[in-house]
């Protein structure tokens, strides 16, 4: 769990995901597309990636990918991301986070 913490706070957006997962695809293209370079940590390709994801399973991430933090706070996953993106809050909250200058 600490280095779930830890790795979310680094960098404005941090996205834990999987390499083949198409919702992990979906949210990071939308968060490219804004202009924003996010944190990827790919789990099923990195060293402990299986605990990374045990711990956000523990956190109550079902599915445990993709999963967002903006600022070093949680999001959640595609659901979140996309209702935020929706109602839009999503932009204003990643220029608060430092991720966009525009």
């Known amino acids: 769990m600490e280095k779930v913490t830890k790795l979310a706070s680094e960098r404005p957006v941090?996205?834990?995901s999987?390499?083949?997962c198409c919702m992990c695809h979906t949210i990071k293209t939308l968060f490219y597309?804004?202009?924003?370079n996010p944190a990827v940590y790919e789990l099923d390709e990195i060293p402990r990636g299986?605990?990374?994801e045990q711990a956000?399973?523990?956190?109550g991430c079902s599915p445990s990918v993709p999963v967002?933090?903006?600022?070093g706070e949680f999001v959640g996953g595609v659901n979140e991301v996309m209702s935020l993106?929706?109602?839009r809050s999503?932009?204003?909250?990643?220029?608060?986070?430092?991720a966009l200058w525009v």
């Open 14 to 16: 941090v996205i834990f």
């Open 18 to 20: 999987k390499s083949s």
């Open 33 to 36: 597309e804004f202009g924003v």
């Open 50 to 52: 299986r605990e990374l």
């Open 56 to 59: 956000l399973l523990r956190l």
């Open 68 to 71: 967002v933090y903006i600022g």
């Open 85 to 87: 993106h929706l109602n």
């Open 90 to 98: 999503l932009i204003p909250m990643l220029r608060r986070a430092g």
